[in-house]
């Protein structure tokens, strides 16, 4: 259960942050055809969709690492019993 809740969120944290990056990108384009000085033009959108990404990267990390942890202690409890 706790694996589909952090696919979920990885998915959501994703794509919001994909809509972040292309308001960044029309934000940057809108700039250049006012003027060639657009330095900080969509810096917000541009810091929050790469930290969302970030922040769903990490989460399907943290999920793998989760699953790979309770299959691990799957087997040894199994050892365990064989053994005693």
Do not use: P
């Amino acid at each position: 259960m706790l694996l589909k809740i952090m696919l979920v969120l990885s998915v959501l944290l994703g794509t919001s942050g994909m809509i972040f990056l292309q308001f960044y990108a029309e934000a940057q384009e809108a700039c250049e055809r006012i003027s060639d000085q657009c330095v900080d033009a969509g810096f917000a959108w541009e810091a929050s969709g790469k930290l969302m990404l970030l922040t769903a990267i990490f989460t399907v990390i943290t999920g793998l690492m989760n699953l790979f942890v309770h299959h691990l202690k799957e087997r040894m409890s199994e050892t365990e019993r064989k053994r005693g």
